[in-house]
């Protein structure tokens, strides 16, 4: 399993893909929106630079399905590392499989988001996912089990031997990324806040003061 940045603070993507731990960046259009346009696209732009040739994953805000297609493929020509994000279903319940499928024989790397079920990652990577992205922290707020979900999609993957990824998303705790671990997900997306968390430990700094104390006495 691997570890991605959730997010497009270009001082924590240079800070967790510099020192080895992440292999990639996702965002998406809720993180992005709380930036100007002008502001977004620079630091879009920042964020690919930085992280390259690792991937950045860049969601599409178009709904219908030639939109998609056009967004996704304008975004897949900023840069090689981009990956292009689609949500599996739209607001009115339309599948976007026509859409990954189009974009994948294109050439795009897609990654498909807001997979709620293993049903629906399942039929993304056979529409041609490059990336199923499972919202397990979602997924845990319905009452439903996660890494089940996780689980079942590797499984299916394996078996199908089609080559797509999973990403666990939604994740608010170094306990959530430690407990996906069973479900076997190739990547596992963290906030830069839980990455912190993931890296540190107060007892662990307690042991390191004991060891600097015994080599001064």
């Not at 979900?149 to 031997?161: C, G, K, P, S």
């Not at 959530?176 to 107060?202: I, Q, S």
Request: aromatic residues 4%.
């Amino acid at each position: 399993m691997r570890l991605l940045v959730d997010g497009v603070d270009p001082e924590a993507v240079a800070r967790w893909i510099g020192c080895g731990a992440a292999r990639g960046v996702t965002t998406n259009s809720l993180i992005l929106a709380r930036y100007a346009p002008a502001e977004r696209d620079r630091i879009i732009g920042a964020v690919l630079d930085i992280a390259a040739p690792h991937p950045v994953s860049l969601q599409v805000v178009a709904v219908e399905e030639d939109a998609v297609i056009a967004e996704g493929l304008a975004l897949a020509r900023r840069a090689p590392n981009v990956v292009v994000k689609v949500p599996a279903i739209g607001p009115a319940g339309q599948p976007m499989l026509g859409a990954i499928n189009h974009l994948s024989r294109e050439g795009v790397p897609v990654n498909v988001t807001a997979c709620l079920s293993p049903g629906q990652a399942i039929m993304a990577a056979s529409a041609g996912a490059a990336f199923v992205s499972l919202l397990c922290g979602r997924i845990a707020d319905e009452g439903g089990d996660p890494v089940g979900a996780v689980a079942t999609t590797r499984h299916w993957i394996d078996a199908a031997e089609d080559g797509a990824r999973i990403i666990c998303g939604s994740v608010r705790t170094p306990g959530d990324v430690l407990r996906l671990l069973p479900g076997r997900p190739h990547f596992v997306t963290v906030p830069p806040a839980v990455l912190e968390k993931l890296a540190d430990h107060r007892f662990a700094r307690a042991t390191v003061a004991e060891f600097l104390l015994a080599e001064m006495g």
